[in-house]
Structure formats: structure tokens, C-alpha cells
């Protein structure tokens, strides 16, 4: 290692702004404007949330935005009572999904090693599990690129899921995870921000 | 909704360099330089990635910093061998983990429906489901803060992740689901860029 590849490789940081609106200052938004979201911005979300890392590049999360009056009719009797209003108000709800078949496009994504399909295909505990944890680490990173566009994001855990299944993924191929709602913040938007784990208690050392 | 609050709450974008620090430019890195991550960076990564949501607030995320030569070396041995060599090299490997018993601090993180402590004690699968769910969102969280403070993330799935629980959390309380080495890139860090799915396999609308 030499100094100047060291000096090359120092990374950034994140501003102060940046944190604030992506970590330290964001919330989840309860009510959302009329302002319309377009298709154009909701693309852009998915142009950054599909770049961090998954398990040999798997990439297993799909994205279902539901915008048109139609879809939401179809979604809104599927959504907890608490969560409706703001579901029938938000301009887009994204359901995310695992794509339980994610595998076969391994040979696409992992093109060093095709073969890691069928060693995927052969074992359906390793293959849900693995499907399970990296599709919900990019519904993190789709909560954040939400954020980065300069919208609100409302995810909510408090929805039918055999029902959306049923009624958006019916041949069974994905499975929803979270439901999002996506806009600009409305009136009274954020709940009073809710306590943090201390630190001693999230953070340990070895 | 009148057209001030509207324009008041209209939130900035995230601008070019910061997508690049954080999405679309950023890279796994493969290798590791010498320098030293303190401490303080560490704890600056947990002060970002505490912040975005997770289902009732649960935040059953815990990190266990592997820092020191004798952790280094009880870790090394369950990391898989094509993972090892850039283990050993990272200044810092974090141990992500899910606390099988976050649902016992639902009174503090969640004042308003304290009884929800008892709902998650009754219901395992509920439970485990949401806790391995909301542990992964906030993994994406954490990769991603990682990268916020100008540090560089190696997230592994290869290792045994047994041993790395009978030997870091023997009272089987947390549950390891990732290792991530941290630090500054070394020498050729990055491998060639994978390819990403194509936007219509990701993306569907309804």
C-alpha cells in the first residue's frame, strides 16, 4: 500500500443537510398533499435503491406501485383500519415483495458463478431465508431513496398480507413484505418523534 | 391544505455527490487499509442508523464491534475461507444481530401501546417474523450509514453462523444475521461492478 492510493481511496462524508434528511431528521409521514408524485420520480427511487449490496447479487425485492384509482380501490379493504385514511390519501403506495423465484436470474447476476442457481434451487430453507433477509435490507434501502428524491415515506406493517398476495401477486411468484405509502408531507404530518434504544443497549464490543 | 404549509413542507433532494456516496457510486469493498476506524466513527454509525423506522418502533437491531486482536481472532475461524483474509485485514467486523427479546422494551420505544409487549409475547411466530424483518430493514439502514461517515462496508453472509453465536451471544439471546468488515479501502478494493436487474423486473405497476 502506498500513501497515494491510501489518499485516492479516502471516501467522503455525508454532509450535515445530508444526514438530516435521509437519518436525523426524516420521519414517517401520516398525512400527504394533493401534489401529485410521477412515475419519472417514483423510477428514480429504484435507480438508487437497486445499486447497495445483496448475497451474491441477488437483488430478490420487487416493487408494485399502486397509483391509479383502480389499483387503490383493489388495495385500500386490505389495509389495518389505522392505516387507511392516509393509504386512500398518499399519491402512490408501493407494495414491496420477495420475488420467491429470485434465483433463477442468478446466472444473469452472478455471472462468475452460474452454477449458484441450482445450489439456491436445491435447498429451500437456505433459499427463503436468504430471499427473506436481502429483500427486507433493500426495503431499507428503498425506505432511504425515498427519502433522497425529496419524498415522505409511510411504511406500514399493518395490512392483509394473504390478501394482497391473493388479490396483486395471485400466481404466487412474490410475496409482500411492507406496504409504503409515498408523497409530500400533508398538514400535521409527524407524530411526535418516538424514543431511540440507548446506545449501551443497541452497540456492543469485542 | 393551504399552499404555504404545502411549499413549507416540500422536502430538499439529495444532491449528486451524496447519491454517489451513498448509492450509485458506492462499492463493497474487498480489501482494507491500515487506518485506524476510533471508536467515536463507530459510534457516529449507530447515531445515523438508529434514526429510520421499524414496525412499532421495535428497532430489534443489535451491533457487536469486533475491534480488538482477541475478538479478531475468536471470529476469524467461523468466517468462511474465502472471507477470511479480508476479515483479518479490516480494522473493525460488525456482528449484526437480531434480539430474540426486543419486544421486552415495546413500554419504553413505544409509550402509547405498552400492551404490545404482551401481543409479541404471546405470538413466537409474530414475533421472530417481525424481529428478523425489522433487524434486516435496519442492517440496510446501518450499510448504508457505514458508508455516511466515509467509511467502507464488506457485508458477508459466508459464516458459521452458529459458532459466531456460541461464541459472541451464548446465552442465545442474539441471533447473528450478517458480518460486516469496516474501514478504509486498500489496494484494489473493488471487484467489477455486477449487473443490476432491469428496471421492468424490479418495477411493476398497478
Redesign the interface.
Known amino acids: 500500500?502506498d500513501n497515494t492510493?491510501?489518499v485516492v481511496?479516502?471516501?467522503?462524508?455525508?454532509?450535515t443537510?445530508?444526514?438530516a434528511?435521509?437519518?436525523?431528521d426524516?420521519r414517517?409521514a401520516n398525512t400527504f398533499?394533493?401534489?401529485p408524485v410521477t412515475?419519472t420520480e417514483?423510477?428514480e427511487i429504484?435507480?438508487?435503491?437497486?445499486?447497495?449490496?445483496t448475497?451474491?447479487?441477488t437483488?430478490p425485492?420487487?416493487?408494485?406501485?399502486?397509483?391509479?384509482p383502480?389499483?387503490k380501490q383493489?388495495l385500500l379493504p386490505l389495509i389495518s383500519d389505522g392505516n387507511r385514511d392516509k393509504t386512500a390519501a398518499a399519491p402512490v403506495t408501493a407494495v414491496l415483495a420477495v420475488d420467491t423465484q429470485y434465483h433463477e436470474?442468478i446466472p444473469?447476476?452472478?455471472?462468475h458463478k452460474p452454477d449458484l442457481r441450482d445450489v439456491f434451487a436445491a435447498d429451500s430453507a437456505m433459499r427463503d431465508g436468504?430471499g427473506?433477509?436481502?429483500a427486507?435490507?433493500?426495503?431499507?434501502?428503498f425506505?432511504?431513496?425515498v427519502?433522497?428524491?425529496?419524498?415522505?415515506?409511510g411504511?406500514m406493517?399493518g395490512f392483509d398480507r394473504a390478501g394482497v398476495d391473493a388479490e396483486?401477486f395471485p400466481d404466487g411468484q412474490f410475496r409482500s413484505?411492507?406496504v409504503v405509502n409515498i408523497g409530500?408531507?400533508?398538514?400535521n404530518?409527524w407524530f411526535d418523534r418516538?424514543?431511540?434504544?440507548p446506545?449501551t443497549?443497541?452497540?456492543?464490543?469485542?
Open positions: 500500500m492510493s491510501e481511496l479516502t471516501r467522503p462524508r455525508l454532509d443537510d445530508a444526514r434528511l435521509l437519518f436525523t426524516a414517517t398533499a394533493d401534489t412515475d417514483l423510477a429504484w435507480e438508487l435503491a437497486k445499486w447497495p449490496p448475497a451474491a447479487n437483488q425485492l420487487r416493487v408494485l406501485y399502486i397509483r391509479t383502480e389499483g383493489r436470474h444473469q447476476l452472478f455471472p436468504s427473506q433477509f436481502n427486507a435490507l433493500q426495503a431499507g434501502y425506505l432511504l431513496a427519502r433522497a428524491v425529496g419524498l415522505a415515506a411504511p406493517a396483486f413484505l411492507l409530500h408531507p400533508g398538514e404530518p418516538l424514543p431511540r434504544l446506545h443497549a443497541s452497540v456492543h464490543w469485542a
